[in-house]
């Protein structure tokens, strides 16, 4: 495994880890809003390996090891995209599947829009295209999702426990596996108010319905018939919009990336895959 650390410019350093044969197809995992990289489990990433991807898992910007920005800076989307094209440009990386969840799916898409000769094929899940009439969340979880960081990392893991009880599937919630998993995270790298400048960089990000109409790569959105934080009207959108986009609605699945929907995630990012390079043979 290598833990390196891109450079993007003078204040952004954006950290990540990599898995596998480096010359295997490269997949990117991106996380969502205040999320970590960890939020992508070993277990996940070598499940990965194992159908035989090179895997990338990283820190964006104002999460884990990654650099902090400062609340006047206005980045955007983009921006963090540009992050990701800094560490594909390290790991000598040409193209990549780009996977990415919630928030970290709005970086997919937009580095699919800026960079599509470099993405091998595109996985969306459980995200939106910008659009804030589909995909709306109730007013409770988006009350909980915006709620400012506690004063210190204790009290932050109950309000992280509490908050994924809104949009989680409770047959799926187990409390003791997310307390140890938030404590590492914490204890890892503390860094209150990261997560609310990731949904202002959302939030002053146009919509993407005119990019991803256009948009010419292989794609996957994926989606739970259950989430109440970013509601499955938002996937369905997603790939309507995103011209022969595949689309899998999950049952059960909320917004939460639990084991459960691993296996039915990974048999279709596999399939993706090897589509696109029979399509490219094909075409040859």
């Given amino acids: 495994m290598r833990m390196p650390m891109t450079t993007v410019n003078e204040e952004i350093a954006i950290y990540?880890?990599?898995?596998?044969q480096r010359d295997d197809p490269?997949?990117?995992?991106?996380p969502g809003m205040g999320s970590q990289m960890l939020s992508f489990p070993e277990e996940f990433c070598m499940s990965l390996v194992d159908r035989g991807f090179f895997v990338i898992r990283i820190d964006n910007r104002d999460c884990g090891l990654s650099s902090l920005t400062n609340d006047t800076d206005e980045y955007t989307l983009y921006d963090m995209a540009n992050d990701l094209a800094a560490v594909l440009d390290d790991a000598d990386v040409a193209e990549a599947v780009i996977f990415g969840v919630s928030l970290g799916a709005m970086i997919a898409q937009c580095f699919a829009i800026r960079h599509p000769g470099r993405t091998l094929a595109l996985v969306s899940m459980m995200s939106s295209t910008g659009e804030p009439e589909f995909g709306l969340g109730s007013p409770e979880v988006t009350e909980a999702l915006l709620a400012p960081s506690a004063s210190d990392p204790a009290a932050q893991v109950e309000i992280d426990l509490r908050s994924h009880q809104l949009w989680c599937n409770p047959d799926w919630f187990d409390e003791d596996r997310l307390r140890e998993h938030f404590k590492a995270l914490?204890?890892?790298a503390w860094t209150p108010g990261g997560g609310l400048r990731q949904f202002?960089?959302?939030?002053?990000t146009p919509n993407r319905v005119e990019e991803l109409s256009a948009l010419d790569v292989p794609t996957l959105v994926v989606h739970g018939e259950n989430d109440t934080l970013i509601t499955v009207s938002a996937g369905r959108r997603t790939a309507e919009v995103i011209t022969g986009a595949k689309y899998l609605e999950i049952e059960g699945m909320s917004h939460d990336f639990v084991p459960q929907v691993w296996p039915p995630l990974i048999e279709a990012i596999t399939a993706l895959t090897a589509e696109t390079f029979e399509s490219r043979s094909r075409n040859f």
């Fill in 26 to 30: 490269t997949i990117v995992c991106l």
């Fill in 200 to 204: 202002a960089a959302a939030r002053r």
């Fill in 186 to 188: 914490h204890l890892r």
């Fill in 16 to 20: 990540f880890e990599t898995f596998g």
